[in-house]
């Protein structure tokens, strides 16, 4: 009978070939990652991007894409955006947001007006079991929703427009490209 012992390292000492099979372990795995989330993949989870045209259903719910749900499952802000659309963000970049906004100055007016807009606005929400998120009475009044909604990625938020004033918005910025490059040239973009 073999002494177990003997052709058995004992606890606490490392086997002769353990440090070089951890190092092909951890060297291999991100090669792995890649082939199986390839590039497009691992953008998608860390970015919104593309244009979406979805509906409203009769509670105010609304779709959100398949790519951008895995970014939202741990729960996403909803608020008021600009140019009478709405914003949705990730609890991470709402986090990121709600600090730059609460470090604004209190003693001027415009700052006052755009932390309210925003914050007093805003309510959280989470992904329903069929990817819909639900959009309060005050927000879709505020956008001015429809039946037909687009849904916008814009890198680190997404964007809810009635259709019919996003075909108007995009119209308008679409006939001043030229200009609105040209101011963004100066900016060094």
Known sequence: MDNYGDKYPKWGKTPKYALTYCFLFLTALPVFLMGKYRQSNLQSIFMFIGEFTHNLDSKGRVAVPVKFRNK???GAIITRGLDRCLFIFSNSEWETLAQKLISLPLAQANSRAFVRLMLAGAMDSQLDK????????????????????????LYNRIEI???ENWK????????????IAEKLSELGI
């Open 72 to 74: 939202l499952s741990a």
């Open 130 to 153: 069929q990817g819909r998120i639900l959009i309060p009475d005050y927000l879709r009044e505020y956008a001015g929703l429809k039946k037909q909604v687009i849904v916008a990625g």
């Open 161 to 163: 427009w009635d259709s």
């Open 168 to 179: 108007q918005y995009k119209a308008k910025t679409e006939s001043a490209s030229d200009e």
